[in-house]
């Protein structure tokens, strides 16, 4: 491959509380105390995405997480290595346990540089809790680096990269050249899962916490959550009409009295 000897691919990940387990209490609130972690959804196609293109043109591949307690939690390192990626590296603070979209960024970018650097980052399109899509673009402005969201498909050609972007009503196809950042789509693949064996395996495989002071890094949350609670449930409402013309003035009466 020219212009890059070796690729080297780094997929960020997050640890989220899985929604299934979450409670919605009587006045609304959420209760969290029965939820266990799961990797996010969409950082599972980040991964797919990161071990498609080492697959296809070699290299190195590995995972950054920054989060609190769960950072080095062994079942999640365990979960995010069977998908393939070669190394976990995790920076771990109590406050990035809930740190907003910027302060992510910035401990991510960090990460990266502890590391050594990179040359093609990948990121989901979002969280499988927040959902700010914020990070990934902040992340390639805070490392100066090419950076595209809405990324659905993606071909590295030496230290070039030709990614397809889904836009509202059309598809970009752009050229970029390496390092970058980027943040892809749901639909870019389906993840693979992970069988026995790769579990096994994944348990073996190095991985590397770090705190904030080793990275050089600090976080000043500079957003507070005051409170989360489910909306409101509607209740919904059925009108069957046959299908004849005094039916649908019926059905036209009911919507306008409804409105």
């Known amino acids: 491959m020219k212009g890059v000897s070796i690729l080297n691919i780094v997929a960020c990940y997050k640890c989220v509380l899985d929604d299934e387990d979450i409670q919605v209490q009587k006045n609304n ?24 293109v080492f697959e296809e043109v070699g290299g190195t591949i590995s995972v950054l997480t920054a989060a ?5 939690d062994s079942k999640m390192k365990k979960a995010i290595l069977a998908r393939g990626p070669e190394q976990m590296y995790a920076i771990k603070a109590e406050e990035l346990s809930d740190a907003d979209s910027f302060m992510v960024a910035k401990t ?21 809790d927040v959902y700010s899509q914020q990070v990934g673009p902040m992340l390639g402005r805070l490392l100066g680096w090419n950076t595209m969201n809405a990324v659905s498909a993606i071909k590295v050609e030496g230290n070039q990269i030709t990614v397809k972007r889904s836009l509202e009503d059309s598809v970009e196809e752009l050229s970029l050249s390496l390092p970058a950042v980027l943040c892809v789509t749901s639909d870019i693949n389906v993840p693979r899962i992970a069988g026995m064996k790769d579990i096994l395996g994944a348990g073996k495989k190095p991985g590397t916490v770090w705190s904030l002071d080793e990275v050089g890094e600090s976080v000043h949350n500079t957003i507070e959550t005051c409170n989360l609670v ?18 649908i003035a019926e059905f036209v009466g009911f919507l306008r009295k409804s409105m």
């Open 29 to 52: 609130e959420l209760d969290f105390s029965q939820a266990g972690w799961k990797i996010g959804t969409y950082d599972l196609n980040a991964v797919e995405a990161g071990m498609r």
């Open 68 to 72: 609190g307690a769960v950072a080095d």
């Open 108 to 128: 991510l970018a960090a990460g990266i540089r502890k590391i050594g650097g990179a040359d093609l980052v990948l990121c989901g399109e979002g969280s499988g």
């Open 230 to 247: 489910a909306p409101e449930q509607a209740e919904r409402q059925l009108h069957i009409a046959e299908a004849n013309d005094e039916a």
